[in-house]
């Protein structure tokens, strides 16, 4: 019984981290386009915080993890609220109770492509998995 309940924990860890990963990348894709969307670069925003470019991409891809802290200044920084890094995420429910995959997050990117073309290639793409043998098990 014991291996039994350790098993499960385990299982509960790595659905925890897992949504922690969605949550970070979600909100490195918000400093991303916010950054952009005040011209700044990687090097800009590192020079203000006194840490490398690399850090910047890393906090960018979700590889790192921003800390509360760090977070407050970028907000500061770009001029916005904390609590914009976080919209568009699904509601904390959602996340909690593991019904929010990276589709969930990544489609809502997609559908701001600014070329047609790749948006439409992408849905082709994608509705030609679905209707392949590759989803089978």
Same mark, same amino acid.
């Given at each position: 019984?014991?291996?039994? @309940?350790? !098993?499960?924990?385990?299982? #509960? +860890?790595?659905?925890? %981290?897992? !949504?922690?990963?969605?949550?970070?990348?979600?909100? /490195?894709?918000? $400093?991303?386009?916010?950054?952009?969307?005040?011209?700044?670069?990687?090097?800009?925003?590192?020079?203000?915080?006194?840490?490398?470019?690399?850090?910047?991409? !890393?906090?960018?891809?979700?590889? @790192?993890?921003?800390?509360?802290?760090?977070?407050?200044? $970028?907000?500061?920084? #770009?001029?916005?609220?904390?609590?914009?890094?976080?919209?568009? $995420?699904?509601?904390? +429910?959602?996340?909690?109770? /593991?019904? *929010?995959?990276?589709? +969930?997050? *990544?489609?809502?990117? $997609?559908?701001?492509?600014?070329? %047609? @073309?790749?948006?439409?290639?992408?849905?082709?793409?994608?509705?030609? *998995?679905?209707?392949? !043998?590759?989803?089978?098990?």
């Amino acid at each position: 019984m014991a291996r039994q @309940n350790d !098993k499960n924990e385990d299982n #509960m +860890d790595l659905l925890s %981290a897992r !949504k922690a990963d969605l949550i970070d990348k979600h909100v /490195g894709r918000r $400093l991303r386009d916010r950054r952009r969307a005040l011209d700044l670069s990687q090097q800009d925003i590192a020079n203000i915080l006194n840490i490398s470019y690399q850090q910047v991409q !890393k906090y960018e891809s979700g590889q @790192n993890r921003v800390s509360a802290g760090r977070l407050y200044l $970028l907000g500061h920084i #770009m001029k916005t609220d904390v609590s914009y890094f976080y919209e568009g $995420l699904p509601d904390g +429910d959602s996340i909690l109770s /593991g019904r *929010i995959t990276d589709m +969930d997050l *990544i489609i809502p990117e $997609l559908e701001t492509l600014p070329n %047609a @073309n790749v948006r439409d290639a992408l849905s082709d793409l994608v509705r030609a *998995i679905k209707e392949s !043998k590759m989803l089978t098990p």
